[in-house]
Structure formats: structure tokens, C-alpha cells
């Protein structure tokens, strides 16, 4: 009898597991789905390693060959200050001119794509890091409060949203405009937490109240 319990609940924790990757990995789809190619006959007079970089970022958003060209134009002016920088420091690289090298950079994209294509960029690369804050947090308030996983998902989900778009409002709109937004952002994303799963979330105190008990009927259709 003790053997078969502990092999159904083995058998429930792998099927748990194995859907909080799946919910996990179908975040991430969208992302790295929209990985792009590079036009490289318009690229043909770069070195190979503007070539590459102009390619890391089209990864993420995809760009006219005009785009492309400018890009890598950019890139190599860059490079070339990266070689001024290091010759003129013995092989070594600053903090301070690393920093004024990431400034370029960002100035340029800025510049060189659209708001939109901005925002998608940005959405790309802080894609990850946003999922594993999502699931830290989620994780955490199931351990502590023994959430269904419907109540994990909706948390899961809400903090990654909250920390992907708050990561893209910091670098495409100015401080006091992000910092608003940002705001209404987790805003709106804690009331959808509780309309969907009937609990409320403080993420400062870390504390989830129940306000209702959970109806999976009321859900409304993704």
C-alpha cells in the first residue's frame, strides 16, 4: 500500500513538473520562433564578425536590408573604437569605456529601427531572464502557500509579462513615462491574477490572501 502511494505521488510530481516546462518552454515560442535571417548578399562587403553581430540582432526582429546595412555600418564604426580603446589601454577595456560602448550601441538600434521593432528587440533578448523571474516568484508562493497550479500559471504569467515589459519600457521610453507605466503595468497585471484565481498578491511582502474561492468555469477563453 506505502509502495503504490509513493509511486502515484511520484508519478504526479513528474506530470506537474513536466507541465510547469511545457507552460514554461510555449512562453518562450514565441520568441524564438521569430528568429530572422540576415540578407546576406546585401551584407557581402562586411567582415564576418559585423556579419555575425548584425545577425545576433536580427535573431530577435526582423529588419529591411537598408536597416541591415546601417546596422552594420554602426557595428563596425564600433568596433574600430573598441580597438582604439583596448590599444590605448594595454589590451584591457575600461568599465567607463564599456559602458560608452553599450551607450553606442543602444543609441544606435534607437535610431536605426522603428519604435516598434524596438520594443520586439528588447522583448527577445530579455525574454529568459523575465520567465525565470516569473517562476521564481510563482514558485516560491506555491511552496509557501500551497497554490493549485491554475494559481501557479496565472502568477507564473502575470510577473513574467510584469518583468519582460517592464525591462522593454526602461529602454525605449524616457524615466519618468517607464516609471508610470511600469506602474500600471503590475497594476493591472495583480487584478488579473485575482479576477482569474480569486487570490490577491502583495509582491513586496511576498503574500497571497484568498478573496474567493476558485472557479475554473469563470475563466474567461485565452
Known amino acids: 500500500m506505502k509502495t503504490t502511494t509513493f509511486k502515484t505521488k511520484k508519478a504526479t510530481f513528474a506530470m506537474k513538473t513536466f507541465r510547469h516546462i511545457f507552460l514554461g518552454c510555449s512562453l518562450c515560442l514565441g520568441f524564438t520562433g521569430m528568429a530572422q535571417r540576415i540578407d546576406t548578399s546585401t551584407l557581402e562587403t562586411f567582415s564576418p564578425s559585423t556579419v555575425r553581430e548584425t545577425y545576433e540582432i536580427c535573431r530577435y526582429v526582423s529588419l529591411t536590408p537598408e536597416q541591415q546595412v546601417e546596422l552594420a555600418k554602426s557595428i563596425e564604426k564600433e568596433n574600430t573604437e573598441f580597438m582604439t580603446m583596448v590599444s590605448d589601454n594595454e589590451g584591457f577595456l575600461a568599465a567607463k569605456d564599456e559602458k560608452k560602448l553599450v551607450r553606442k550601441r543602444e543609441q544606435a538600434l534607437t535610431k536605426i ?110
Open 113 to 222: 529601427l522603428t519604435s516598434e521593432q524596438l520594443a520586439q528587440y528588447y522583448r527577445g533578448i530579455y525574454n529568459a531572464e523575465a520567465l525565470a523571474e516569473g517562476n521564481a516568484v510563482a514558485n516560491k508562493l506555491r511552496t509557501k502557500y500551497g497554490l493549485t497550479d491554475q494559481n501557479w500559471k496565472f502568477i507564473r504569467n502575470a510577473f513574467y509579462k510584469i518583468g519582460l515589459e517592464s525591462r522593454v519600457l526602461k529602454k525605449t521610453v524616457p524615466q519618468k513615462k517607464a516609471e508610470s507605466e511600469i506602474a500600471l503595468l503590475r497594476s493591472q497585471q495583480l487584478d488579473e491574477i485575482e479576477a482569474r484565481g480569486g487570490i490577491r498578491v502583495d509582491p513586496v511582502a511576498m503574500t497571497v490572501t484568498v478573496v474567493r474561492e476558485f472557479n475554473p468555469t469563470a475563466l474567461r477563453k485565452e
